[in-house]
């Protein structure tokens, strides 16, 4: 009797385009792949969150555990890129800041003079 190897076992890397970030995970997990991903600032809105481009390519054979790196889009119309590529996004309030601040010069049962501030802001 003659055994013929056939190697290590393969599988396909799945096709990622146009799949969230979670949906790539959950596929290239599925098929015992490690993904890795990155962001990539992105122009248009409807990019945001979505695969980009990822390597190796779709129906490559890969052994399981193979690592699979995956860029996935960042959108913000006012973002701007750190030196690690990292997309950082401004912090927008959704009330004015000056209607969460309270402010207390003086507390209760200490002499106040006129014209000393003892509440600001909206309260």
Known sequence: MVYVSTG????NVPDL?????AQAQAALVAVGLNPSFT???VSQPSQDGIVQSQNPVAGTSVTPGSTVSVVI????SSSTTSTT???SRPVRPTRS?????EVVTKGPGLA???GDVIR???G
Do not use: I
């Open 39 to 41: 962001d990539q600032p």
């Open 8 to 11: 290590k076992p393969q599988v």
């Open 73 to 76: 889009g960042s959108y913000n």
């Open 17 to 21: 385009t146009n799949d969230t970030q």
């Open 97 to 101: 800041w000056l209607s969460m601040v």
């Open 120 to 122: 600001a802001g909206a």
């Open 112 to 114: 106040n003079r006129s």
């Open 85 to 87: 590529g990292r997309v």
